[in-house]
């Protein structure tokens, strides 16, 4: 009898959207974590309340992986959880890369990364937030953004991010992203 080869299993994270915020779409993150396990997903992590996963599965794409985990998340929640999937080595990579590194800290400053379900089209110009906040730069599938709070709240990012690239984005800080990848 031949023993079959194990397959390989690649490493990526989860980004779900708008769930656990202001009381709705709560998704905790222990039932998260069984269900994905349950469906065969390997080596599965959450982080923080706010729906980032991590997790193994053979390769594929990330488009085929974020049907499927959304459809999944859709019949056992009941309600459509919006899921943006990348490989774990390419968020290593934007770490590494660091696109804040010039960027002064202080403590009213946010990093802030998007993640887009598709090619980043539109131009920094269309998005207006006066000089509270700042779009670095765009590349691929991400936008690099930068908050200072001593000037206006992030929701005004956010909902300028939203009406520019469509609600098919999901942003996470800087320091989430660092935690994601330790």
Known sequence: MTKKKPKAL???VALLRGINVGGHHKVPMPELKGLLE??????VRTLLNSGNVLFEEE???????????S?????HFGFPIPVLIRRRSDIAKVIEDNPFAHIPMHKDIR??????RGPVEVEHASIEGGDSFQILQKKDRMVFSVLDVSKTQSTDLMKALDKTYTKDITTRNWNTLLKLIK
């Open 10 to 12: 690649t490493a990526f």
């Open 38 to 43: 349950k469906n065969g997903y390997s080596h």
């Open 59 to 69: 390769d594929q794409k990330e488009a085929q992986l974020e049907k499927k985990i």
């Open 71 to 75: 459809l999944l998340l859709e019949n």
């Open 111 to 116: 990093r802030y990364v998007t993640f887009i």
